[in-house]
């Protein structure tokens, strides 16, 4: 881009962004490879955060709270901010607080969160072309190619990095992107605090394809001298985090369901989210020692702050609710076996109450085993409730008709080939076919296409129930479709 020429744009920095996806083709490649990640991945973060101006040692100043796991990273981090921010609203303490997630739901600047809201566009724009031009400079200093610069996720961890130091934020909570070890947010030398949420089996071809590697991996963001909390594990990988932390002489607690959650309005009200809550409330306690706030570190009686913080949390694409209409969408972005069976157990609770149609719309376009975890959603749905559904829309996560997507969710990651054939979602259908005859099946070619559809099954006029789940791309891009028309919709929390 010509600096000169006009003063760059919030979609100019998202069109750059997207330029920095790795691409369906590389991935192809490496998958071929059977590319794991290496070390090299975080050296270079380490480079490009001095390319920066930084050393890594300034992270140290962020108090940060780190948070690995397979499910719930996301959901912790949100019930840590949310307990900070409560005391920040009373107390003034932290001073400021920044929140790092993945992905985003509707928008990027999502995932770079200070004292809860997303960074605004300005922000994101200025923030995003002080880190661009810093890199770009610094390689022709270096006598480095200005082109090459750090893929998507890794460009905007960075970026969060440098928004959190210029601001000034006393804490940063960190989700982890992929695995820990080797995942571009573990250059930070000394957290506040280490989390790790419930583990179960993803990523196999980064990670490796039993629980003990991946809880391997995990551990990478233990260290020295920084105290770190669990949650109950499955013993093959409670044993690895046990010898990872003795290696790494990190003192590490299994943090139980806290009794005094039970009085406490956790949504959804299931036990996998008090496990969340439970973790939030410890790492909570720990960073705010480190702050020098003397709170009571029991879990039987937590302070109202705490309690503030847990209910009011907001956390969208996971166990939502909104009602247009006559319909009823349950949205929920889980894309594993373990956070599916978790997601339809919430849906299945909540539709067995109720007798209207019921309607799916399913998607999971990266290389993970949508068959695999289609026949998850059937089951939990089939055997543990005995609910059926009358339609079952398989479509790609293509945001509108037309193959347009909202330019937050353009994904170059997935082949454009099998996208126009609509390959994965006729295979979906047929699977769904063979598993239930008497649902309508149907392959469409955007998440638009599905939602028209659902509206025109009964003409709009009869009451409805839709599952939508598998991916977060298909739950952000509902989301976005659903409320870009002009239906009122009505919003609730799970229960
Ligand atoms: N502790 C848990 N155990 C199992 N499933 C969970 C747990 N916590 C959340 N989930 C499910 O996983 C979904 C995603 O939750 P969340 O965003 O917190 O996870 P994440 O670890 O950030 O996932 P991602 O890898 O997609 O970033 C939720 O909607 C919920 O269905
Ligand atoms: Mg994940
Ligand atoms: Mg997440």
Not at 214 to 237: L, M, S, Y
């Given at each position: ?28 490649e ?41 499910k ?11 307990i ?9 303490i ?8 993945s ?18 566009e ?79 089996i993803d990523?196999?071809a ?6 003990d ?27 690895v ?50 702050l ?6 029991s ?17 969208r ?5 909104l ?6 969408w349950?949205l ?24 209207f ?21 059937h ?23 037309g ?70 791309h298909?739950?952000g ?16 929390t799970?229960?």
């Amino acid at each position: 881009m010509d600096q000169t020429a006009r003063k760059p744009t919030y979609d100019d920095a998202l069109q750059l962004l997207n330029s920095t996806q790795t691409g369906f083709k590389v991935l192809e490649e490496r998958r071929r490879l059977c590319q794991k990640l290496d070390g090299s991945a975080v050296e270079q973060m380490r480079q490009w955060i001095h390319r920066l101006g930084y050393a890594t040692g300034d992270l140290n100043r962020l108090n940060i709270v780190h948070v690995a796991g397979t499910k719930g990273k996301g959901t912790t981090c949100a019930f840590v901010n949310s307990i900070l921010q409560k005391y920040h609203q009373s107390h003034g303490i932290p001073r400021k607080i920044g929140l790092y997630t993945s992905p985003h739901l509707v928008a990027v600047r999502e995932r770079i969160r200070i004292n809860s809201e997303p960074i605004s566009e300005e922000q994101f724009t200025t923030y995003f072309f002080e880190v661009w031009y810093a890199l770009e400079s610094s390689a022709i200093r270096e006598g480095l190619d200005p082109a090459l610069k750090p893929s998507y996720f890794r460009f905007l961890t960075l970026m969060s990095f440098h928004v959190f130091l210029r601001e000034n934020a006393e804490v940063a909570i960190y989700e982890v992107g992929v695995g820990g070890e080797l995942d571009s947010t573990n250059i930070i030398e000394q957290p506040a605090v280490a989390g790790i949420t419930s583990l179960g089996i993803d990523h196999v071809a980064t990670l490796g394809d039993t629980i003990d590697k991946i809880a391997w991996h995990k551990t990478g963001i233990f260290k020295n001298g920084c105290p770190a909390f669990t949650v109950q594990q499955v013993p093959e990988a409670m044993q690895v985090l046990e010898e990872r932390a003795i290696e790494k002489r990190v003192k590490l607690a299994t943090v139980e369901i806290s009794p005094s959650l039970q009085n406490i309005d956790i949504r959804p009200a299931e036990d996998f989210q008090r496990k969340n809550a439970s973790l939030a409330v410890k790492l909570s306690f720990t960073v705010l020692k480190k702050l020098g706030v003397a709170t009571e570190n029991s879990l039987k009686e937590l302070p109202e702050h705490f309690v503030h913080g847990l209910e009011s949390v907001v956390w969208r694409g996971r166990c939502e609710t909104l009602i247009s209409g006559q319909q009823y969408w349950y949205l929920d972005g889980a894309h594993t076996e373990e956070s599916l069976e978790v997601a339809c157990s919430w849906f299945g609770r909540i539709s067995k109450e109720k007798e209207f149609p019921r309607v799916l719309i399913f998607n999971q376009q990266s290389t993970r085993d949508a068959v695999s975890l289609l026949k998850a959603v059937h089951h939990a749905i089939y055997h543990h409730f005995k609910l059926s559904f009358q339609h079952a829309l398989f479509c790609t996560n293509i945001t509108h008709k037309g193959n347009s997507y909202k330019v937050d969710f353009v994904n170059r990651n997935t082949n454009p080939d099998a996208l126009q054939s609509l390959q994965l979602q006729k295979e979906l259908a047929a699977v769904w076919h063979d598993m239930d005859p008497n649902t309508e099946v149907a392959a469409l070619p955007s998440i638009e296409d599905a939602i028209d559809h659902v509206r025109n099954i009964y003409g709009g006029g009869r009451e409805t129930q839709i599952l939508v789940t598998g991916s977060f791309h298909l739950v952000g891009g509902a989301l976005s479709v659903l409320e870009g028309q002009k239906f009122a919709l009505a919003r609730s929390t799970a229960k």
